[in-house]
T-cell receptor, first 115, second 110 residues
Framework: DGGITQSPKYLFRKEGQNVTLSCEQN?????MYWYRQDPGQGLRLIYY???????QKGDIAEGYSVSREKKESFPLTVTSAQKNPTAFYLC??????????????FGDGTRLSIL | DAKTTQPNSMESNEEEPVHLPCNHS???????IHWYRQLPSQGPEYVIH???SNVNNRMASLAIAEDRKSSTLILHRATLRDAAVYYC???????????FGGGTRLMVKP
């Protein structure tokens, strides 16, 4: 079945360490997104990519970086500059960016914690 | 960006209909209204979306006010599996971003 795979499901980071969260989709979607969700809160957009080799900052991009070298993959790196990285991270994709009538498909998330 | 306002929580009995309201008084003419739901420790799941006309699918119905300043998600017969947080989101073309608010936590009683 087509879908979005996020790995790992749980991740622990030491202080001062960068960690990378994986997101892969086999839906042939052009657009991909990363969101952060804190307990009891809604989702906030970190970065999004409308096409390969292009990405844009969302509302809370500071302390994060992304790449989009392949259509299927959109990894997120949480850098040591992100002072409060503990959260639930969600990756999503949609068929074509710029069309507001297309729903987004979400992965099952990665829960990141600080040791 | 246009925002949405939803009640923090609602309760329903199993097998009864549920009406989940959403206010979006600053909606613009090109904003679509999307609904997602999220179970604990899972990613959001798409439920339904619409622009001006009411919409039906196998999961739910979406009733949109004539002035588009509010909408209602209707679950025709709530089941225990419908217990989740329901998000009403305005989806605009500017950057193709979804703005998620706090959502409504639906509790279903057997």
């Amino acid at each position: 079945d087509g879908g979005i795979t996020q790995s790992p499901k749980y991740l622990f980071r030491k202080e001062g360490q960068n960690v990378t969260l994986s997101c892969e989709q086999n839906l042939n979607h052009d657009a991909m997104y990363w969101y952060r969700q804190d307990p009891g809160q809604g989702l906030r957009l970190i970065y999004y990519s409308q096409i390969v080799n292009d990405f844009q900052k969302g509302d809370i991009a500071e302390g994060y970086s992304v790449s989009r070298e392949k259509k299927e993959s959109f990894p997120l790196t949480v850098t040591s500059a992100q002072k409060n990285p503990t959260a639930f991270y969600l990756c999503a994709s949609s068929p074509n960016s710029g069309l507001s009538n297309q729903p987004q498909h979400f992965g099952d998330g990665t829960r990141l914690s600080i040791l | 960006d246009a925002k949405t306002t939803q009640p923090n929580s609602m309760e329903s009995n199993e097998e009864e209909p549920v009406h989940l309201p959403c206010n979006h008084s600053t909606i613009s003419g090109t904003d679509y209204i999307h609904w997602y739901r999220q179970l604990p420790s899972q990613g959001p799941e798409y439920v339904i979306h619409g622009l001006t006309s009411n919409v039906n699918n196998r999961m739910a119905s979406l009733a949109i006010a004539e002035d588009r300043k509010s909408s209602t998600l209707i679950l025709h017969r709530a089941t225990l599996r419908d217990a989740a947080v329901y998000y009403c989101i305005l989806y605009n073309n500017a950057g193709n971003m979804l703005t998620f608010g706090g959502g409504t936590r639906l509790m279903v009683k057997p």
